[in-house]
Every structure is written in C-alpha cells, then in structure tokens.
C-alpha cells in the first residue's frame, strides 16, 4: 500500500533559523496537504498543493510539490517561537484516492 | 475552527470493557473520519463516513466499530478495550471526498485521549 515518509522526524533550531521538512510519497499523488499540530493541540490546514512543480507561499512557509508528484517540501524561512509544533503532509494517492498522513516532523524552537 | 466537539476528551478504562467515543459536528459536512495517533505513528485512519449510515474500514479498523445515524454524529465504538487501543483519537470532517479538490481538506476536532489499563 501507499506510504508516505517524511523527514526528519525531529527538528531543533535556533529561533531565527531556516527550517525544512521533506515529504515522500512511493506513489503519485493528486495532491497534497500540509497540516499543522501545536503541542496538545489538533491538526490544523495549511495548504493543498495539485499541480506538478507547484509552489505557494504563505507569509514565511514556502511550499512546494515535486514535478514527478512524488514529493514535497515545506520550508520555514527565519523560525519563530510561534511555528513550534507537529507538521504533517497528506497525500492522497491518484490511482485509489485514500488520504495518507505522513508521520511528521516536530520543530523545536531553541529561544 | 470548524464546529467539531469530541467526547469524553479523556477518559480512563480497564481492559475488556466497552467504549464509545463521540463525534459531533455542526458544519453539514458529508464525510466524518477517526483516526487515531500515536508516537512515529502520524495519523492513522481507522473509520470513515461518506453520509448516514454509508462507512468504510481505514487501516487500522480491527477491533473498532462505527455507526452514523444522523449527518452531524458519527459514534466510534471500543467492544472490548485492549492496552494497544491506548491512544488519542481526533475526528475530522470535510465538505466533499477525494473527487473535489479543494473540498476534501480535512478539520479536525480537539481530540479524545483514551487509556486503557
């Protein structure tokens, strides 16, 4: 079945600091979704990515979709304290269309 | 946040005994999912609903039941807890499914963390 691997698992950075985190995917994907989890919080939506190569920005997070729809990645240009958490991608698989979660990467913030 | 409210949000049991855990959402939305989470785990999904009374098993469904009988509930059933079900469940909802991009982005709830002893 599906699977969708992201990493690092963990990531500590200095508060100022770039941050990436890598999704990957071992089936082609429609889309995919971006997800963030505050400590003892809920996932909450980000983004849906469609297109191949496709890229969004959102203020300081930059999001991008791999050409082969395979991939993504979501970077953090100069971390903050208030990005600290759990983000997850989704991809939902083109040929049997379920939603799989990848297991996440934790950001933490060093101040 | 979406009006999604989950219940009990924790709650403590003993192996073999039955649990339901609640989902209430006040959006009309068409599809209720559960999943549970846990360390290196991510997200899994265990149930999902695509109308009333219209479910299907995700991948981890053994040993959980679902029933939706009205659009806004969707119940998830523990018959007989066991240790390894020891986890947080979130539910979520989304307008549509996967053929309408743009509205199968998923809303989750606060979450309901469950231990069984």
């Known amino acids: 079945g599906q699977q969708v691997m992201q990493i690092p698992q963990y990531q500590h950075v200095q508060e100022g600091e770039d941050f990436t985190t890598y999704c990957n995917s071992s089936t082609t994907l429609s889309n995919i979704q971006w997800y963030k989890q505050r400590p003892g919080g809920h996932p909450v939506f980000l983004i849906q990515?469609?297109?191949?190569?496709e890229v969004k920005k959102q203020k300081r997070l930059t999001f991008q979709f791999g050409e082969a729809k395979k991939n993504s990645s979501l970077h953090i240009t100069a971390t903050q304290t208030t990005d600290v958490g759990t983000y997850f991608c989704?991809?939902?698989?083109?040929?049997?269309?379920?939603?799989?979660f990848g297991t996440g990467t934790r950001l933490t913030i060093i101040p | 946040d979406a009006g999604i409210t989950q219940s009990p949000r924790h709650k403590v049991t003993e192996t073999g005994t039955p649990v339901t855990l609640r989902c209430h959402q006040t959006e009309n939305h068409r599809y209720m999912y559960w999943y549970r989470q846990d360390p290196g785990h991510g997200l899994r999904l265990i149930h999902y609903?695509?109308?009333?009374?219209?479910?299907d098993k995700g991948e981890v469904s053994d040993g959980y039941s679902v029933s939706r009988s009205k659009t806004e509930d969707f119940l998830l059933t523990l018959e007989s807890a066991t240790s390894s079900q020891t986890s947080v469940y979130f539910c979520?909802?989304?307008?549509?499914?996967?053929?309408?991009?743009?509205?199968?982005?998923?809303?989750f709830g606060p979450g309901t963390r469950l231990t069984v002893l």
């Open positions: 989704a991809g939902r698989d083109f040929g049997n269309e379920k939603l799989t």
């Open positions: 979520a909802i989304s307008e549509s499914g996967p053929r309408r991009q743009g509205r199968d982005t998923q809303y």
């Open positions: 609903s695509y109308g009333v009374k219209d479910t």
């Open positions: 990515l469609v297109k191949s190569g």
